[in-house]
């Protein structure tokens, strides 16, 4: 049991440092990670487990075996990109099998959740301050490898998180709130650096989003929205004085590349009339290619898995997501506390604009916590729900 929590912790830990290879190149750090817990919690999983996820877990399961089926019956030799896609999708449905069960059996309680996962963040992004491989491609902050946007999704969900922790702390002293602003601030500003226009409106939605409905009477949330539209000035006015984001916000300028306009529309071309199942990721990547001149991910994850799989699969992949919806609408009813409402909708958001999401394994463990949150119990996490 020790061995299992030790490596769920390291586990969470290390989810920000997912583009740190170990041994060969597709063996990243947080799925070595994950295997070494797989070997030490595998005997201790009982099979009967398996009711709490069989609907979102079968959901996710067929939606696999359509993109994989569209994908093969298109089958294109030379174009690799539907290897890696499913490889990695695989291994996260066993990470949502797994973490899903470990959550709502609660190996871990959700404060030292979230609290290894917030660490994790600030450990990642210690490294812009001790200068191991960050770079500012374009003018926009990279860390290890890690794309800006997804430093942008990092930041995000650390600022709610960080949030959460500043609401339900008692006895409040003088320092707590320094280190809360310096936080929220330290964040902001990373948030900037990485001149993600995604990551800044996410920012002002999801802290709105969850200021609003923290508040219980219909009253109360009327007059939070506009204390939370003046913060949200407030944060914009700092996040806005200058740099990548300042540019890429406000100078209008657009290029092919990063037109996610014109890549959507591309994509809707070269599926043509394949509704039903998609063209699969293989005669996605030549079709593409072709069209555009290079390889591009479709930068919304909905039209992504639509191009990929067709009808059936967006509508499989909207009832694996109606599941995890539902468990936040349940922790909220529940303990009045919109963290994971917030979260999702930060997800989602980064999800319709972004590429690369759901198969990325902060998702995973997001869509894990979040739906094992329907389980909860009041009286067992009383201590670390507020």
């Given at each position: 049991?020790?061995?299992?929590?030790?490596?769920?912790?390291?586990?969470?830990?290390?989810?920000?440092?997912?583009?740190?290879?170990?041994?060969?190149?597709q063996i990243r750090v947080p799925t070595f990670i994950f295997f070494l817990y797989l070997l030490v919690a595998i005997g201790s999983f009982r099979y009967s487990d398996v009711k709490y996820i069989k609907k979102p877990l079968l959901t996710i399961l067929l939606l696999y075996c359509v993109i994989a089926l569209s994908s093969?019956?298109?089958?294109?030799?030379?174009?690799?990109?539907?290897?890696?896609?499913?490889?990695?999708?695989?291994?996260?449905?066993?990470?949502?099998?797994?973490?899903?069960?470990?959550?709502?059996?609660?190996?871990?309680?959700?404060?030292?959740?979230?609290?290894?996962?917030?660490?994790g963040i600030y450990l990642f992004l210690?490294?812009?301050?001790?200068?191991?491989?960050?770079?500012?491609?374009?003018?926009?902050?990279?860390?290890?490898?890690?794309?800006?946007?997804?430093?942008?999704?990092?930041?995000?969900?650390?600022?709610?998180?960080?949030?959460?922790?500043?609401?339900?702390?008692?006895?409040?002293?003088?320092y707590h709130h320094f280190i809360f602003f310096a936080k929220i601030l330290l964040l902001l500003i990373a948030i900037a650096s990485?001149?993600?226009?995604?990551?800044?409106?996410?920012?002002?939605?999801?802290?709105?989003?969850?200021?609003?409905?923290?508040?219980?009477?219909?009253?109360?949330?009327?007059?939070?929205?506009?204390?939370?539209?003046?913060?949200?000035?407030?944060?914009s006015a700092i996040m806005l004085a200058g740099g990548p984001l300042a540019e890429r916000l406000l100078g209008g300028e657009e290029e092919l590349a990063a037109s996610r306009t014109?890549?959507?529309?591309?994509?809707?071309?070269?599926?043509?009339?394949?509704?039903?199942?998609?063209?699969?990721?293989?005669?996605?990547?030549?079709?593409?290619?072709a069209l555009m001149g290079r390889m591009f991910a479709v930068h919304n994850e909905f039209l992504a898995i639509f191009v990929y799989s067709g009808i059936v699969g967006i509508l499989l992949l909207f009832f694996f997501l109606r599941g995890v919806i539902k468990g936040a609408i349940s922790f909220y009813n529940r303990f009045k506390n919109?963290?994971?409402?917030?979260?999702?909708?930060?997800?989602?958001?980064?999800?319709s604009k972004g590429g690369g999401i759901f198969i990325s394994i902060n998702t995973w463990f997001f869509f894990s916590l979040i739906y094992a949150s329907k389980y909860f119990v009041p009286q067992k996490q009383h201590d670390n729900i507020s």
């Amino acid at each position: 049991m020790k061995a299992k929590r030790f490596f769920l912790k390291l586990l969470i830990l290390s989810i920000p440092f997912n583009e740190l290879s170990v041994i060969l190149p597709q063996i990243r750090v947080p799925t070595f990670i994950f295997f070494l817990y797989l070997l030490v919690a595998i005997g201790s999983f009982r099979y009967s487990d398996v009711k709490y996820i069989k609907k979102p877990l079968l959901t996710i399961l067929l939606l696999y075996c359509v993109i994989a089926l569209s994908s093969y019956l298109k089958f294109v030799p030379g174009y690799n990109f539907g290897f890696s896609f499913l490889r990695q999708f695989a291994i996260y449905i066993v990470f949502f099998y797994f973490i899903s069960i470990e959550f709502i059996n609660g190996t871990l309680k959700l404060n030292e959740i979230l609290k290894f996962y917030n660490t994790g963040i600030y450990l990642f992004l210690s490294m812009v301050i001790l200068g191991i491989d960050t770079n500012f491609k374009d003018g926009r902050l990279s860390i290890l490898g890690t794309n800006a946007n997804l430093v942008g999704v990092f930041c995000v969900s650390s600022i709610l998180i960080t949030v959460y922790f500043y609401r339900v702390t008692g006895n409040k002293q003088s320092y707590h709130h320094f280190i809360f602003f310096a936080k929220i601030l330290l964040l902001l500003i990373a948030i900037a650096s990485t001149g993600s226009r995604g990551a800044f409106f996410s920012t002002l939605i999801t802290l709105g989003l969850y200021i609003v409905l923290l508040q219980k009477s219909s009253l109360k949330r009327i007059q939070y929205v506009f204390i939370a539209i003046f913060l949200g000035g407030a944060v914009s006015a700092i996040m806005l004085a200058g740099g990548p984001l300042a540019e890429r916000l406000l100078g209008g300028e657009e290029e092919l590349a990063a037109s996610r306009t014109e890549i959507w529309e591309a994509a809707l071309e070269v599926l043509g009339n394949n509704y039903f199942m998609g063209i699969g990721l293989f005669t996605y990547q030549r079709n593409i290619e072709a069209l555009m001149g290079r390889m591009f991910a479709v930068h919304n994850e909905f039209l992504a898995i639509f191009v990929y799989s067709g009808i059936v699969g967006i509508l499989l992949l909207f009832f694996f997501l109606r599941g995890v919806i539902k468990g936040a609408i349940s922790f909220y009813n529940r303990f009045k506390n919109p963290i994971f409402f917030s979260l999702l909708f930060g997800i989602l958001f980064a999800a319709s604009k972004g590429g690369g999401i759901f198969i990325s394994i902060n998702t995973w463990f997001f869509f894990s916590l979040i739906y094992a949150s329907k389980y909860f119990v009041p009286q067992k996490q009383h201590d670390n729900i507020s």
